[in-house]
């Protein structure tokens, strides 16, 4: 999280000019602006050669002539989530279908091989963010993730251990044993509470998946809700498995509108690998999200991911196509300019992280391809987004 400065004319016009620029790319200058300093971005030159340059050609007719000016601060915080694929320890679970994940199993995992995936996902958490924020996320949910202990190594690794980062995670009663976890930054943000979700379905009496985390909290003082969820995958072909995460979806929703009814102001971000795209039934018409502004009123949730899916932007590939299962969808009130509120979202996709050559260049650098060890991150990008408040 960090505070930054920036300068809008008092002029009407010119003010919705600069913030149309401002909200288009956000900029810090590194070399004038540290973790929690101020600094000044000067949009005046800018402004004044858009304005001359739009005077000359005649689209607009107006005197930018002795017009004053006043800084405003806002602080910016990162929320973000990653799949962390398969972190699991090297001990044989009871209980639990574990087996691959052992010294003995099919993968030969061992120490050393942990060792380096706890390594290089704690590279890509501690660069989440940072072109704007300049820290890592403030808020981070995971999935795929074995236990507690699991999420203690990652927090604790030399490139994560300064950040302080806490835990919140509940065992789940999946059949592999994965959960999901919110990590935090107690310096931002303050639990107030949480609890775990389980996902029941009627007519599926031994089915097992992931519970869904919802965990309430003050972000930098203003109260916010995250939920993380991890919906069942596309086993045996998307329309056969579509009503499990339909039913995921259904719930998600249910926990959302439980906030909402006690306080129609609520600010939920509710998060996850979801295991569909912005576009199937389950988003659209079970948890009701869109990128369509105007249906907000009417109950529908904000998928600010649908416009990266539009552009063709993926979290994972598969079958030389990708998909964005991994997405960040707000309650309405984040887009009020009141208090924190969403900027924009992003899809974590730097180049060290993915295939360099051959056949799949380009896609995410994943620990194992069956049951080789490639050394890699994840199967997934992380996806994030920054909020945004303004400072009175």
């Known amino acids: 999280m960090l505070t930054i400065l920036y300068r809008f004319c008092s002029n009407q016009t010119a003010n919705k000019l600069l913030n149309f620029s401002l909200r288009s790319k956000l900029k810090v200058n590194r070399h004038s602006l540290l973790p929690n300093t101020s600094g000044k971005i000067n949009q005046s030159n800018r402004f004044h050669s858009f304005a001359s340059t739009l005077v000359l050609v005649g689209l607009l007719f107006f005197s930018i002539a002795n017009v004053s000016a006043q800084e405003a601060k806002y602080k910016i915080a990162t929320v973000a989530f990653y799949n962390l694929e398969n972190l699991f320890d090297t001990i ?26 706890l390594a290089h996902l704690s590279a890509v958490i501690s660069q989440i963010g940072v072109d704007k924020a300049q820290e890592p996320p403030a808020i981070l949910g995971v999935s795929e993730v074995e236990n507690l202990s699991v999420l203690k190594d990652l927090i604790n690794t030399p490139t994560l251990k300064p950040y302080n980062y806490h835990i919140i995670h509940y065992d789940s009663p999946d059949r592999r044993g994965i959960d999901v976890a919110l990590l935090y930054r107690p310096k931002y943000f303050k639990v107030i509470d949480s609890k775990s979700y389980r996902l029941s379905v009627p007519d599926k009496k031994d089915f097992r998946t992931r519970d869904q985390l919802l965990v309430s909290g003050l972000l930098d003082g203003e109260q916010m809700y995250f939920i993380v969820n991890h919906w069942p995958s596309r086993y045996g072909g998307e329309k056969r498995s579509r009503p499990l995460r339909n039913a995921a979806a259904d719930l998600c929703r249910t926990i959302a509108d439980s906030l909402l009814k006690v306080d129609t102001n609520a600010k939920v971000i509710m998060m996850g690998d979801l295991n569909d795209d912005p576009v199937n039934p389950s988003l659209k018409n079970h948890l009701k999200a869109t990128d369509d502004k105007s249906l907000l009123s009417k109950g529908y949730f904000f998928d600010p991911m649908i416009t990266l899916y539009k552009k063709g932007i993926g979290s994972l590939a598969w079958h030389d196509s990708w998909n964005l299962f991994d997405n960040m969808i707000l309650t309405p009130a984040l887009l009020k300019d009141s208090g924190y509120h969403f900027y924009q979202a992003h899809v974590f996709n730097k180049k060290f992280m993915t295939n360099d050559e051959g056949r799949y260049k380009g896609y995410p650098f994943r ?11 994840s199967d997934h990008f992380p996806a994030y987004l920054f909020l945004i408040k303004k400072i009175e």
């Not at 679970?93 to 995936?117: A, C, H, L, M």
Request: glycine share 10%; aromatic share 16%; charged share 30%.
């Open 92 to 117: 044989d679970q009871p209980n639990v279908k574990d087996e691959e994940f052992t010294p003995q199993g099919s993968k030969r995992w061992n120490t050393k091989k942990y060792n380096i995936k």
């Open 367 to 377: 620990t194992f391809v069956g049951d080789n060890f490639m050394g890699g991150y």
